[in-house]
């Protein structure tokens, strides 16, 4: 309920954004399109699967009140910054896809132009939130310590990952006019790993000690991730290069070659294949004790060599 609200208000400012009026009508079309597809699996899930408003019959006894370790400043902007980030994800991820089906006309904005306060924004957001958790983790766990590699915690780094990797890439575009298909994929595999993230945490697709176990939600989760993973592989492998589109005010120069590797250029493009690779291999440990069912009768992870 708070991630969805959280899309529809952060799309709603973008509507009433002066940039917004850079996009022709075709991409606003698809744009919106995309985006209420993302409200209505939300909305789906809330009044089906996971409603947060259903009654108990009967009504439970009393509880035991809220765990103590849970009462800290930590856990309080935790988990709404998270899902805040998360959400965050989506508006570029939609844009992103719009344009790569509606070829932009010669005055229209590049997406790449428009989103960039967005995903700032919700970086930092997830960034607040994964290091308030760590706090949290820090401070309040008994046997002291970070709380590492656990499936939950990674489910988050993933798509910080991305998006960290995304920040660096966008203005090799906009300066340089390459990437540009890579920078559609990276904007859909962050809002991607978003819901591949909620399906760890509430899939019950591994064991977690802060995981919710098994769930109704695990199914949709898992096929919204699919989906939404297979259109930004899509949505990439059609967008068109903004130099075959003519030069506008939303890019500068003519696009280039792939710089050197040894430039300044050609060092952020190397440290964006590290956070990539950091965050499939982070990704594939996490899932390998689901993928492992697939062949084991007895579900195994790796051993502690591996970390």
């Excluded at 899930?45 to 409603?51: A, D, G, P, Q, R």
């Excluded at 046997?143 to 998006?163: C, H, Q, R, T």
């Excluded at 899939?203 to 802060?210: F, K, M, P, W």
Aim: glycine residues 8%.
């Amino acid at each position: 309920l708070v991630w969805a609200a959280a899309i529809a208000l952060i799309c709603l400012i973008f509507q009433r954004s002066r940039v917004y009026s850079h996009l022709g009508d075709s991409t606003r079309m698809m744009f919106w399109a995309l985006h209420f597809l993302v409200v209505a699996f939300f909305l789906l899930l809330l009044v089906t699967w996971s409603n947060p408003f259903a009654r108990l019959i009967p009504a439970p006894a009393d509880g035991l009140g809220l765990n103590p370790i849970l009462r800290h400043p930590g856990m309080i902007l935790h988990p709404p910054l998270l899902l805040l980030g998360y959400a965050g994800l989506a508006l570029p991820a939609c844009l992103a896809a719009a344009q790569s089906f509606i070829p932009r006309k010669g005055t229209e904005y590049a997406w790449i132009m428009l989103v960039r306060p967005y995903v700032l924004t919700a970086w930092i957001a997830l960034t607040a939130g994964i290091v308030l958790g760590m706090w949290w983790a820090y401070m309040e766990l008994g046997w002291g310590g970070y709380w590492a590699w656990d499936p939950v915690e990674n489910a988050s780094l993933i798509p910080w990952l991305i998006a960290t990797a995304f920040l660096h890439t966008a203005p090799l575009e906009r300066n340089r006019q390459i990437l540009s298909r890579a920078n559609v994929l990276l904007a859909g595999l962050a809002f991607a790993s978003t819901l591949a993230a909620t399906y760890l945490t509430r899939g019950g697709a591994v064991d977690s000690l802060h995981s919710f176990g098994q769930s109704s939600v695990s199914l949709p989760l898992l096929t919204a991730t699919l989906l939404s993973l297979a259109l930004a592989i899509t949505a990439a492998g059609g967008s068109r290069h903004p130099a075959a589109l003519g030069n506008t005010p939303a890019l500068r120069g003519p696009a280039q070659a792939l710089p050197p590797l040894l430039s300044r250029d050609g060092l952020i493009y190397l440290g964006v294949w590290l956070l990539l690779a950091l965050a499939a291999v982070i990704l594939a440990a996490t899932f390998l004790p689901a993928m492992s069912s697939l062949w084991l009768k007895q579900p195994a992870g790796l051993t502690p060599e591996f970390y």
